[in-house]
């Protein structure tokens, strides 16, 4: 689209890089609008007030050069979807707004008193209003081993990662006999519904290669549960009976040993009670003063969902929710609890609802309202009007989905007119073919704010 990048701390032109001396920073750069993260929440926003507010007034602060769709990633690693150029992924360049100016850099420290963002090549970037669109920062190493598991086991495979997602095929088609573990981390995460999915998708695999008989499938999860919502775990539960998969829950993987091929997991309290569960292991660790105890696991197919948390440069600004690390908003309007020029959207925040794209394009829409409001200086007059509506197309074979749709206290909020919690062919169909197209062509351009329109509309047709 013609969109010229700033070059900051990781451009590989010849220039001169700046110091990183934050100290001397002088704020050469001045935005009305300025975005921190090129994901879909830094991006449907950039596109929408580029061309409202003009050429130069609206920059996007991202180091990568490519913008992903990650929730391709699930049919990526299932084999059904390739990892290609417009249907996983695009440039930078091609996604923003020709508008709006793309600094290459990396924000490195917010400075809210002062209206600026510091970034790593030594750039102070000053701003009018701020959105925080930085996504979740997925922590691997976390996980005693896993990068290491990761590089050299064939076996071990992520769908969170564009590195490693290509070798989560190869691993399911390569799987021989034994135990295939996905796992659930003890922390939040983006696309819950994610770390399961690709377990279904691995059953159905393995019983079209006449393998699932000499399979153990297991989904070794943190969570009480199979999932959050009560009406679509009911349903995960008897698809889980039926195809032999086996729930274990209060699992936290804490090492992996690619050597012996042998998954640790610690056993997390259960929610009703402060002591830990039982186990058969002789091991332990110490965890908030309890005891948890820990189990062995060989395995010969593992798929981790790594541990995630809020990007550190929010971790340790002033803009930070002291109890969780994320971005401190009113879940509600999504501007800043202290700094009112400050606005967060999508992963990055605290706000209490599944973190998912769909969750972005319905936060989008109260964003562009109150970001209007606040560019005409009506600060006083923001709407609180984002309910949690979020969605996770939960794809549960290579050509069924339950597409589950829900507040902020889980309640279904189903835009058509069956029920959502029973697979269906067409909720596939949707989530393989038409959500990557909404994505690209509505979502990353600013257009499309979520299915309201349409679900009020089911609503009153049923209603006559």
């Not at 979520?450 to 089911?458: A, D, E, K, L, Q």
Request: proline share 6%.
């Amino acid at each position: 689209m013609g969109v010229v990048p700033v070059y900051g701390a990781e451009e590989t032109s010849s220039a001169v890089q700046a110091p990183h001396d934050y100290t001397n920073c002088v704020p050469a750069y001045t935005y009305k609008l300025v975005i921190v993260g090129g994901g879909s929440g830094g991006m449907t926003m950039a596109n929408k007030f580029a061309s409202k507010l003009g050429k130069n007034q609206v920059a996007v602060i991202e180091p990568s050069h490519v913008h992903y769709y990650q929730p391709y990633f699930t049919l990526v690693g299932g084999g059904i979807k390739k990892l290609c150029h417009g249907g996983s992924h695009k440039e930078m360049s091609e996604v923003l707004d020709k508008n709006a100016i793309w600094i290459h850099d990396k924000a490195v420290e917010f400075q809210p008193e002062a209206n600026q963002v510091l970034t790593a090549s030594g750039r102070a970037v000053s701003y009018d209003f701020l959105v925080v669109a930085m996504g979740i920062q997925t922590n691997f190493d976390a996980v005693d081993g896993l990068l290491e598991a990761l590089e050299q086991d064939p076996q071990v495979c992520s769908n969170y990662h564009a590195k490693y997602v290509s070798k989560t095929y190869p691993a399911i088609r390569n799987f021989e006999k034994g135990n295939a573990i996905f796992t659930f981390p003890n922390t939040p995460v983006k696309c819950a519904g994610a770390p399961q999915k690709i377990m279904y998708l691995t059953d159905w695999r393995l019983t079209q290669m006449k393998k699932r008989h000499l399979a153990t499938i297991m989904y070794n999860t943190s969570l009480p549960v199979v999932f959050g919502v009560k009406k679509y775990a009911a349903e995960l539960t008897k698809v889980m009976q039926s195809r032999h998969l086996e729930l274990n829950t209060r699992l936290n993987l804490i090492r992996v040993d690619h050597r012996r091929r042998e998954a640790v997991f610690e056993h997390l309290p259960s929610p009703s009670s402060p002591s830990s569960s039982s186990s058969s292991s002789s091991s332990s660790n110490d965890d908030n003063q309890h005891q948890l105890t820990s189990s062995v696991f060989k395995y010969d197919l593992l798929h981790v969902c790594p541990p995630q948390s809020a990007p550190e440069v929010i971790r340790r600004s002033r803009l930070a929710d002291p109890l969780t690390g994320f971005l401190q908003v009113d879940k509600y309007s999504l501007q800043h609890v202290k700094y009112g020029n400050v606005f967060g959207i999508g992963d990055c925040t605290n706000v209490p609802t599944s973190k998912t794209a769909a969750a972005v394009a319905s936060q989008s829409k109260t964003l562009r309202k109150n970001l209007d409001l606040a560019l005409k200086g009506k600060l006083d007059k923001l709407g609180k009007t984002y309910d949690g509506y979020t969605s996770c197309p939960l794809v549960i074979g290579y050509d069924k989905c339950i597409l589950a749709e829900f507040d902020f206290d889980g309640n279904p909020m189903e835009t058509f007119p069956v029920d959502q919690g029973q697979p269906r062919t067409s909720m596939y169909l949707m989530k393989s073919e038409l959500m990557p197209v909404i994505y690209w062509q509505g979502l990353v351009k600013g257009y499309w704010e979520g299915p309201s329109f349409f679900r009020n509309t089911m609503k009153a047709l049923r209603l006559k």
